[in-house]
């Protein structure tokens, strides 16, 4: 930092002590903690000279420097203390060699002085030499290292920090105050040593603080002495602003004891321990969060390397399976497709059939109820003449015997003349055949039929009207040959397909097999869905020679179950379906609704005569059958066919069961309208059956509102009371109600009933056993008269 310059001295040698080492100029201790009055210590110089200090070597004082002007806030180090910083040096004084600048002036390059280019080259070299002693002490102070304190310059700001145009003024003014730096004068010097002595005598010197020697005169300034101490303090400032906070060196007084600041030092180390203790403890705990959730990653990647392991199986298994899966549904995809091509080309060979056969349905059903409805009206104009020509005979007076007679001659000649032609023109259909001579030809048949039935229930003691109506011959065997050629042509519908696909079986085992082999693939083809109306074709078959109504020939009976077709008995256990939630289960259900109901729905509104007996029961058994897979709530054909019995059910309650109300007298002088009036008597409780059949399958309320309301308390109650003049007739009618209507829907006939206990009461001589037994009609046993009465409640 400095160069040799000239001595002051003008070259005079004889006040300098030759044998004295020449002296080293110290380096300032910039210490953490000190404020703006740092102090800067010099080595003594061997003599009493102009720029020697060794005249005060006897006495061993210690040249002080004390700085009291106030630094800038910014040259302040953040954490500056009041305390002084003490620096010791060497007693040890030495002349300044061309060697010893030589090595200051390297030491000090780091410290950014001037270079000594930019110093005056004319200036003379200054030799200093001097010792310090240290005041107060018994000893010397120790040398101080000769190690120059390297000079760190402060980071440059920040470009975004705030203040950096400060700084950078601050740093410019710094430099030019570096610049103005020279070597002092002997006038400077002189100015020194003055203060020196006046801080001697005065005594000033700080608690704790170290006698400081001055061995070198570039420690002045060039004014009063302090620049060059301010631009060591500025870059001893800078230093620390950008260095960590050294470690405080508890300092000592005089007598050896520690200062103030050892207690404060102190606390500082227990209040540093609990900090780095408790930076501990966090540090550990964080380390052992930080173990754990390592832990749960681990045991997240085994179980997701476990998963991937499987995943990895199933992969290379079902890659094992690719080449056989894809040629096994390679295979079934062509032989679905031929099957349903197949089943499309029979669709409109099956749905004419199943045409075919709704129309031999129809035209039976068609034909019974007009046979039936032409039966009742001719009888009902057979009666209704009998009874007038009766009434007439009665009121002239004529005999019972008479009467019978003219009423029936008024029956026979009132059929004669309703279909008699006399009078009219010929009616020819297209093939010139007489329509009125066939319509005479059958009414004449009609009525033989129902002489010939009359005479049959009066010799066997069948209760008229009670018996089904007979069917005529020829429709029935018109019905059976057509359901026979149906029958014929569904077995040959599927003949001409392949053994693979013309019945149920093969396409079950192809799918079942499916199902078995690739499951996955089977349900993403939606097979389950779809097995419905693979299989309907063949359902559909089947069904056209199976019927709700009839059954085959004239035999009697229930109509054949669902259970005991075929087709039910192989689709039953389709797919194997091992849990209600299997879609394979549904199969038979949804095949019963989509093909079964609709087929009993059109024959309950179609051929279903709701008079017979028979016929009722027939489809009363298959409607139970259909609840069992349908719930009418949630299926509409279902509730269609429930709906359409009832209707038909309330109709026929309404039109059919009639009981003309003749006066016993006219009815017992006209055999043939009394007669009628019992054939309707039995047709009502016909009717009642034939209703009752229906208990437990329609709803209670629709069964009570037919039977209870529409046919006893309307028909039978009224007819019963006209009975009571015949005592026997009337509790015979009592017994038959009893036999056909449940008890408790016979509120409207009790009444009856108990009058005619009080009529067999009144007279008991009149009604008992023998007189019943001489006169059926006119006197009541008494025993059978109690039953009748437990019968009715």
């Known amino acids: 930092m400095f160069r040799k310059r000239a001595n002051f001295r003008g070259g005079k040698k004889g006040d300098d002590d030759d044998d004295d080492a020449p002296g080293v100029l110290s380096a300032p201790s910039a210490k953490a903690g000190t404020d703006a009055n740092d102090k800067k210590a010099k080595k003594p110089a061997a003599k009493a000279a102009l720029l020697s200090f060794e ?219 609990a900090r780095a203790l408790a930076s501990l403890r966090l540090g550990v705990s964080r380390t052992a969060s930080t173990t754990r959730a390592a832990e749960d990653e681990m045991k997240r990647a085994e179980a997701s390397l476990l998963s991937s392991a499987s995943m990895l199986d199933a992969y290379k298994e079902r890659l094992s399976s690719a080449g056989e899966r894809y040629a096994f549904v390679q295979e079934l995809r062509d032989y679905f497709r031929d099957l349903c091509q197949c089943l499309h080309d029979k669709d409109h060979i099956i749905q004419e059939l199943e045409t075919h056969a709704r129309v031999l349905h129809e035209a039976r059903g068609a034909s019974a109820a007009n046979a039936s409805a032409t039966d009742v009206a001719d009888e009902a104009a057979e009666a209704e003449a009998a009874v007038e020509a009766a009434q007439y005979a009665l009121m002239r007076g004529a005999s019972r015997t008479e009467a019978a007679a003219e009423s029936q001659a008024a029956a026979e000649n009132v059929l004669a003349s309703r279909f008699s032609d006399e009078g009219k023109p010929a009616e020819l259909d297209d093939f010139g055949r007489d329509v009125g001579a066939a319509r005479r030809s059958a009414a004449a048949r009609r009525a033989s039929a129902r002489q010939t039935l009359r005479f049959a229930e009066s010799q066997s003691g069948t209760r008229s009207g009670e018996t089904d109506d007979q069917e005529n011959a020829d429709e029935i065997h018109l019905f059976n040959k057509g359901c026979l050629d149906v029958r014929d042509a569904a077995v040959c519908v599927m003949r001409d397909a392949g053994s693979e696909y013309a019945t149920i079986a093969p396409v079950k085992a192809k799918a079942e097999d499916w199902k078995r082999r690739f499951p996955k693939t089977y349900k993403d083809a939606w097979m389950s869905h779809a097995a419905p109306t693979i299989f309907a074709p063949f359902v559909r078959l089947e069904l056209l020679s199976w019927s709700p109504l009839f059954l085959a020939g004239s035999g009697d009976g229930p109509a054949p179950p669902l259970d005991g077709m075929n087709w039910y008995a192989e689709l039953l256990e389709y797919g194997g379906a091992a849990d209600a939630e299997d879609p394979d289960g549904n199969l038979v259900p949804t095949l019963v609704e989509k093909l079964v109901a609709p087929a009993v729905a059109h024959a309950v509104e179609s051929a279903w005569d709701p008079s017979c007996v028979a016929q009722s029961q027939r489809l009363a058994g298959v409607a139970a059958d259909l609840l069992v897979y349908l719930d009418p709530r949630s299926c509409d054909p279902m509730a269609r066919v429930l709906a359409s019995a009832a209707r038909r059910l309330l109709e026929t309650a309404t039109t059919r069961c009639a009981i003309p109300g003749w006066a016993p007298v006219a009815t017992a002088a006209a055999p043939v309208a009394q007669a009628h009036v019992r054939r309707h008597f039995g047709v009502a409780l016909r009717c009642a059956r034939a209703a009752t059949a229906w208990t437990g399958i329609l709803p209670t309320a629709d069964v009570a509102s037919v039977v209870r309301d529409h046919i006893v308390a309307r028909e039978i109650a009224p007819h019963l009371r006209l009975a009571l003049a015949r005592p026997g007739e009337c509790l015979d009618g009592l017994e038959r109600v009893a036999e056909v209507v449940p008890r408790e829907w016979l509120e409207s006939v009790r009444g009856v009933a108990a009058t005619l206990a009080q009529l067999a009461m009144a007279s008991p001589e009149a009604h008992t056993a023998a007189a019943a037994a001489r006169d059926p009609a006119g006197a009541v046993d008494p025993s059978r008269l109690g039953k009748g009465l437990a019968a009715v409640g």
């Open 55 to 273: 005249d005060e070597e006897t006495d061993a004082e210690v040249f002080q420097v004390k700085k009291v002007k106030t630094k800038k806030k910014s040259m302040r180090a953040p954490d500056a203390r009041g305390d002084v910083a003490v620096v010791q040096t060497s007693s040890a004084g030495g002349a300044y060699s061309s060697q010893a600048l030589r090595e200051l002036q390297e030491a000090q390059k780091s410290l950014g002085a001037r270079p000594s280019e930019h110093l005056d080259p004319d200036a003379p070299e200054i030799t200093m030499r001097g010792s310090v002693k240290a005041s107060g002490s018994n000893g010397l102070i120790p040398p101080p290292s000769r190690d120059p304190v390297r000079y760190v310059p402060p980071p440059p700001p920040m470009p975004f920090e705030v203040g950096g145009a400060s700084s950078n003024s601050a740093q410019q003014a710094e430099d030019a105050e570096m610049g103005a730096i020279a070597v002092p004068d002997a006038a400077a010097i002189l100015a020194a040593k003055a203060r020196r002595e006046h801080a001697r005598a005065s005594g000033l010197r700080g608690p704790g603080s170290t006698d400081v020697a001055m061995a070198d005169a570039d420690v002045v300034g060039e004014a009063e002495g302090g620049e060059w101490e301010d631009q060591q303090l500025r870059k001893a400032m800078s230093v620390r602003a950008a260095a960590p906070a050294p470690k405080t060196i508890p300092s000592r007084g005089p007598s050896g004891t520690r200062g103030a600041n050892s207690l404060s030092t102190a606390d500082d180390i227990v209040a540093g321990g």
